[in-house]
């Protein structure tokens, strides 16, 4: 009934969805799960399971305790079966770097998986410059147009409107097209120089004007690992923008960069996420529950804004509260295993990849990306692509060039 080629347009399909949803529709990026299901099936019959990547090993892991954390605690957990449900995206993300390796290594020869890698990397950079561009009309005008609404925010959040979503989603896109404008050479036949530093800038002024503060460090963080000279230059211009616009309005810097309401805020997150760890050390809270009562835990211990309940605005800290330290061991074995592998491959990989963990990790410092579905999405097919290109590109890692 299936066979390769059938499997390869599932593959492909789901691909091209992905890469037009993924800043842009949480809709799009679903359909992607439906479509690789078929494939991650299909290939996984035939898998050499020894092949599996160790990282992905310590991801399935963290997708049981996850799994596990809430059926312990199953009767605090107001939908336990929705929470479960959402263990889809580390699972999926995960398992289909199986497919992936079957189409790109296996049944596309070299020439085709360029040009299919070109097609898919050009439908990204369209839809998300559209998202950026759309979202900056809305910046000044307070109408986006792709999402046919008036906003009130004078921030730019995209097509999402979610302002913290799309800051961190477009700071990691950032981190990956200056690896490649910088590595151009070696991408050249994916996409020229001059079309990848107009999308790079676009990405950069959609980041900038998304006033995301964390984004911003994240994507610092990530440029610094690639270029030291360049990560110098771009904070310049970062402060340049900020007195630019502190001296058009005069409330930019208390209201932007200040924020010290959200400051306060997530400091009481951060202390409550703590206080759920200690109460409940092996698996938390269950996975996706710290939220529901985190305003419980703030009034309890007397921590500060115990009116805002929210998530621990840390990624290893939600990880803790919610499934204990048997879920933040697994998460950080998943993250220093992958961190491992790209690193002794010294290929275009480890030039792309170590600067984007590094910007994710940093991400997720001041807020919870690892848990925001659209954040996941963007994370696990990075992971993902990470294990299957490139492979057999040798070249010598410069990574932190001055």
Not at 359 to 378: C, I, R
Request: charged share 15%; proline share 3%; hydrophobic share 50%.
């Amino acid at each position: 009934m299936f066979n390769d080629k059938k499997i390869s347009c599932f593959i492909l399909l789901s691909l091209v969805v992905l890469a037009v949803g993924l800043l842009t529709s949480i809709s799009l990026m679903s359909g992607f799960h439906l479509l690789m299901i078929l494939p991650i099936l299909y290939c996984g019959k035939n898998y050499d399971w020894k092949k599996f990547p160790k990282s992905g090993w310590a991801l399935l892991a963290l997708v049981l305790i996850l799994i596990l954390s809430v059926v312990v605690n199953h009767n605090i957990v107001a939908r336990p079966m929705k929470n479960i449900f959402k263990v889809k995206y580390y699972l999926i993300g995960a398992l289909s770097l199986i497919p992936l390796r079957f189409y790109f290594q296996e049944y596309l020869t070299s020439e085709k998986s360029e040009k299919v890698l070109r097609g898919l990397l050009l439908t990204l950079l369209l839809a998300s410059t559209a998202a950026t561009v759309s979202g900056l009309i809305a910046y000044f005008t307070e109408f986006n147009p792709l999402r046919m609404a008036h906003v009130n925010s004078h921030r730019n959040g995209g097509v999402f409107g979610m302002l913290m979503t799309y800051g961190h989603s477009i700071a990691w896109l950032s981190v990956l097209l200056v690896a490649m404008s910088l590595q151009y050479k070696s991408v050249k036949k994916l996409i020229t120089l001059r079309p990848l530093l107009f999308f790079t800038s676009i990405s950069i002024v959609g980041l900038f004007t998304s006033h995301v503060r964390g984004a911003w460090i994240a994507f610092f963080a990530g440029c610094l690992i690639i270029n030291k000279k360049l990560t110098a230059a771009l904070i310049v211009l970062c402060v340049i923008g900020v007195m630019g616009m502190s001296k058009y309005d005069p409330s930019f810097w208390k209201t932007h960069i200040l924020r010290n309401t959200s400051n306060k805020e997530r400091v009481g997150c951060w202390l409550a996420a703590i206080k759920a760890f200690q109460e409940k050390p092996v698996l938390g809270l269950g996975y996706l529950n710290f939220e529901p009562y985190s305003k419980e835990i703030k009034v309890r211990y007397s921590l500060p804004d115990p009116d805002f309940g929210s998530h621990a605005h840390n990624d290893l800290l939600e990880i803790l509260a919610s499934s204990g330290i048997l879920g933040g061991i697994s998460f950080l074995l998943w993250v220093s295993l992958w961190i491992w592998e790209m690193l002794k491959r010294r290929d275009l990989a480890t030039q792309l990849i170590i600067p984007f963990i590094v910007s994710f990790l940093v991400s997720g410092l001041t807020q919870v990306t690892f848990n925001d579905g659209e954040n996941a999405f963007f994370l696990m097919i990075v992971y993902a692509l990470s294990q299957v290109l490139w492979r057999n590109e040798s070249r010598t890692s410069n990574l932190c060039k001055s």
